[in-house]
């Protein structure tokens, strides 16, 4: 099973709105971090966020972490057409072997 | 600008023909990384190179294997490509310690296996 599962699966809204993503994960973490893909494109860092962080911010994005609940939120606040996208939680697990584990993807509609 | 490159953007070959992606990079990273990402699958680590140290995850089939001969470069070798085989190949790079920071991905290739 995935270390990271996002939550929903897909996303429609229309442009201007809010866009709320959810990520859980299993184990213990290092740092959780969000990443957007384009269709048929590499990966875009959007914010690391460390185990001791609760919230972070970047531009018009928030991420908060919560280590009890073992959850993660991504909040695009305004949307945009050009936030059309897959969106991906990453985790560095705590422990050996230290490497990133991506969830399986939202896909973001923002619809013009 | 700084960035990673990948070389081909599209490869197609032929089941059981060998071919090699290529990447590259100007950030001056440490660590190299290849990912598989198969069509809606999450993207999953075959192998990263931190300097010249190579670390293979286990489930990472024979048939791959990869060469860095420099900082700047690093190769995905497909000894005998299946069908199961085709996918987007991403490379990506970090300054440091595998999972501690941020990753920078190339545009990636996408193999087709006929």
């Known amino acids: 099973s995935q270390q990271g599962e996002e939550d929903p699966q897909a996303l429609s809204i229309q442009e201007g709105e809010n866009a709320t993503m959810n990520c859980s994960y299993k184990?213990?973490?290092?740092?959780l971090q969000w990443y957007r893909q384009n269709s048929g494109r590499g990966l875009v860092h959007l914010i690391l966020?460390?185990?001791?962080?609760r919230e972070k911010h970047s531009g018009r994005l928030r991420v908060t972490l919560d280590t009890s609940k073992k959850s993660s939120s991504l909040l695009i606040t305004a949307s945009r057409a050009a936030d059309t996208a897959s969106y991906f939680c990453?985790?560095?697990?705590?422990?050996?072997?230290?490497?990133?584990?991506f969830g399986k993807g939202i896909t973001l509609s923002v619809r013009p | 600008d700084a960035m990673v490159i990948q070389n081909p953007r599209y490869q197609v070959t032929q089941f059981g023909k060998p071919v090699t992606l290529s990447c590259s990079q100007t950030?001056?990273?440490?660590?190299m990384y290849w990912y598989q990402q198969k069509s809606s699958q999450a993207p999953k680590l075959l192998f990263h190179y931190y300097d010249k140290d190579f670390n293979n995850e286990a489930d990472t089939p024979d048939n791959f294997q990869s060469r860095r001969p420099n900082t700047s470069f690093c190769f995905l070798d497909i000894r005998s490509p299946g069908l199961g085989d085709a996918a987007m190949y991403l490379c990506a790079t970090s300054r440091d310690g595998p999972g501690r920071n941020e990753q920078f991905f190339g545009p990636g290739t996408r193999l087709t296996v006929l």
């Open positions: 184990t213990s973490i290092n740092n």
């Open positions: 966020i460390r185990s001791n962080e």
């Open positions: 990453a985790t560095d697990i705590t422990g050996a072997n230290s490497k990133l584990t």
């Open positions: 950030l001056n990273h440490n660590v």
